[in-house]
């Protein structure tokens, strides 16, 4: 290996920048499309950015989220990454995903070249996994929790040689400042605790270092989530989470630890199967070859591949029967989700992918070293698995492509008329402007004076734009507002066994379901309407309900105690949504009885 080690570092800049800037030009479609570019709106533009929208207008005030549920505490709405709540100060929330997704896409590359490297990897091949990881359509909400995970992983080692220290304990802090204790958090310091054991058996040196570094890591999450560790040890207000509902439902150990080894799980599917396969290949085949540098590459890979095997096993059986079992006996930790662990598996893949082709490479170059080489079959075994490494890095590429959003975001530039929705679709920019301008000159009232409900919109778009809201999406609210908002859909629960299950069983969404459209939360202008939509208005108003903002024309809806605000629906040329804005008042029946 040291003829490859010994090429230069003129060599090793090309090979870095010209990743750098393939990187760099995944951001050029959402910077030219600017609010009409596509961003994957599932656990993303419905939850997670309204998080750091709301936090931002409130940061550092108060403990409450007025807009939100009728006013929640903050922690019914973390962000994922507190430190990038600062992108969100200049109210130009479309840029400032767009500047988490860059952000995490390149420091996921100069990181997972970094590590490659350290692993004496050749610099083509480093540059070949750094670009496919940055490339995984990771959600941008959640910033570095997982691009930020091969960087940190090359401080841990920087460390361990008393190497970079200042630069190694500065990104420790940018991580835990910009990543999740929950989702991700808890498996690093799993995994850094084991580490320190390790080294403390082994007798190693240079221990402190890396365990001021894991103590700096603890102490920042610990700090950044007092409040939701406080609430979860009891320490709160006393209210209790809707998460005590949660009904678990157990899934197959075997189907499930398949899956979580072939595709990863829950945002974490970063299409390495095709790696894998190529990886332990080149593994089998390193074992003809006697040079120390190659069983370090082995080594290394191994461990990669033992770590995510015990990650897949943990995760599958936290979800088995067993699991299921053992979590309803539990309080605080039975909504836990121990599957978050394979959010790190992503970056052992890919180290792995990395040092099989490095051994591949080794194969190739074997016969130019006779003692290193006993046969000429294993150097074309080499060649061909040589060969399939490259198929195996081009079709996860391709696989990686389709999936993401870059590819949306260039059809988008052929085509405006593009079906998929766009984030000035999603938060209805330039129709929810037109909703608070009626309800202003209807009512007089700005929007902090009355509450409203969606039907038919995500209530992130109202969210968004500034409005008052009993509706939303959170994994952690009490308990007792989830009562209170049921009692508003009874009607409409009671006709869908699917949608009672839904808000029963698991209650993350507190909207407005219809059982005409049951797991439609967006209903596109058309010739759709609600012919037959039930609700308990007498509730709705109990809770402050004074409006309810629908994308569809409710047919009954003086029946059901709502009166039409605006009889031509507010819209423009291309808006996805055409709103109609009703008041709640209530029906004769309901009336007599307060009267």
């Known amino acids: 290996m040291g003829e490859l080690r010994g090429a230069g570092s003129k060599r090793n800049k090309v090979w870095f920048f010209l990743g750098l800037a393939a990187v760099a030009a995944m951001g050029i479609p959402c910077l030219i499309l600017g609010e009409d570019a596509i961003f994957n709106y599932h656990d993303q533009l419905d939850g997670e950015l309204i998080a750091y929208v709301l936090q931002a207008r409130h940061l550092f005030r108060g403990d409450i989220l007025p807009e939100f549920l009728g006013g929640v505490s903050k922690t019914a709405l973390t962000p994922p990454a507190p430190g990038f709540v600062l992108l969100f100060l200049g109210g130009n929330y479309a840029a400032a995903l767009l500047l988490m997704q860059m952000a995490g896409s390149l420091t996921g590359y100069v990181g997972m070249y970094l590590l490659a490297r350290e692993s004496r990897v050749q610099e083509g ?37 008393g190497r970079h220290i200042p630069a190694a304990y500065l990104y420790t802090a940018c991580y835990a400042l910009t990543s999740s204790l929950v989702l991700v958090g808890f498996g690093l310091l799993g995994m850094g605790l084991a580490w320190l054991f390790w080294l403390l058996w082994r007798q190693r040196e240079r221990v402190l270092p890396f365990l001021g570094a894991w103590l700096m890591l603890l102490g920042i999450y610990v700090a950044e989530n007092w409040r939701l560790l406080g609430e979860l040890l009891g320490k709160g207000d006393g209210e209790i989470s809707h998460k005590s509902e949660y009904v678990l439902k157990a899934s197959p150990f075997l189907s499930t630890l398949w899956q979580n080894l072939t595709r990863g799980g829950q945002h974490s599917e970063d299409y390495h199967f095709l790696l894998l396969v190529m990886t332990l290949a080149a593994l089998a085949l390193g074992a003809f070859l006697r040079e120390e540098g190659v069983r370090r590459l082995q080594r290394r890979a191994g461990v990669c591949l033992l770590w995510n095997l015990a990650f897949s096993l943990a995760a599958a059986f936290w979800d088995s029967g067993a699991g299921v079992f053992l979590r309803n006996r539990m309080s605080a930790l039975r909504a836990f989700q121990v599957n978050r662990l394979l959010w790190i598996a992503p970056t052992l893949w890919y180290l792995a992918f990395a040092c099989g082709g490095m051994i591949c490479l080794e194969l190739l170059l074997c016969r130019r070293r006779e003692k290193a080489c006993t046969s000429r079959g294993i150097a074309m075994a080499g060649l061909l698995t040589g060969a399939f490494c490259g198929i195996a890095a081009a079709v996860t590429g391709i696989q990686i492509l389709m999936a993401g959003d870059v590819k949306s975001n260039i059809q988008m530039l052929r085509n405006p008329d593009y079906g998929l929705l766009s984030f000035r679709d999603y938060f209805a920019i330039g129709v929810m402007e037109q909703v608070e301008g009626c309800l202003r000159e209807a009512s007089g009232m700005e929007p902090s004076e009355y509450r409203v409900v969606s039907l038919g919109i995500d209530p992130a778009a109202a969210l968004y734009h500034g409005f008052y809201c009993l509706d939303g ?8 507002y989830k009562h209170d908002f049921r009692r508003i859909l009874a009607p409409e629960l009671e006709r869908s066994d699917y949608l009672r299950e839904y808000f029963d069983d698991w209650g993350n969404r507190c909207y407005l379901f219809s059982s005409e459209c049951p797991g439609y939360y967006t209903i596109e202008k058309g010739g759709f309407f609600f012919q037959d939509y039930r609700l308990d208005t007498g509730a709705l108003k109990e809770l402050g309900g004074d409006y309810v903002l629908s994308a569809a024309y409710i047919a009954n809806a003086e029946e059901q105690g709502l009166a039409l605000v605006n009889e031509t629906p507010l819209e423009t040329e291309d808006s996805y949504y055409r709103i109609y804005i009703y008041e709640v008042v209530l029906p004769a029946g309901n009336m007599e009885k307060e009267g």
Request: with cysteine; glycine share 4%.
């Open 125 to 161: 091949i480093a540059m070949t996994a750094a670009v496919l990881f940055a490339y995984i359509p990771f959600l941008p909400v959640y910033g570095l929790s997982q691009y930020g995970i091969p960087l940190l992983f090359w401080c841990v080692l920087q460390l361990k040689k």
């Open 473 to 480: 999406y959170s994994n952690h609210y009490p308990v007792s």
